[in-house]
């Protein structure tokens, strides 16, 4: 069974940081591309990066250049260091692994 389990959300003002942590397991990690995915209220759930069992990474459009997505196959974790954060950033980020999703964590970008 395919366990998900994200960490590392919060409230940051805008320009602030947050790292978000994801660990999997019951799966073979280092074979599988893991990805962060996020959902505002109202909107549909949407892709924010991606990472392939061999490192290519591809992001969204909208964070490129300020998120970057990271994997230790050793622990089994991938991270998402968000800089220089948005409002518009704000919403519920989910990691998925295989075809599992974790219950996400919250980020929320506000003064």
């Known amino acids: 069974q395919v366990q998900v389990v994200e960490s590392g959300g919060g409230l940051v003002q805008p320009g602030g940081s947050l790292r978000l942590s994801c660990a999997a397991s019951g799966i073979i990690f280092r074979l599988y591309t893991m990805g962060w995915y996020r959902q505002a209220p109202g909107k549909q759930r949407e892709l924010v990066a991606t990472?392939?069992?061999?490192?290519?990474?591809i992001y969204a459009d909208s964070v490129k250049g300020r998120f970057t997505i990271d994997r230790d196959n050793a622990k089994s974790t991938v991270t998402l260091q968000m800089n220089s954060l948005k409002s518009e950033d704000t919403a519920r980020y989910y990691c998925r692994a295989a075809m599992s999703w974790g219950q996400g964590t919250q980020v929320t970008v506000s003064s």
């Open positions: 990472i392939a069992s061999g490192g290519t990474t």
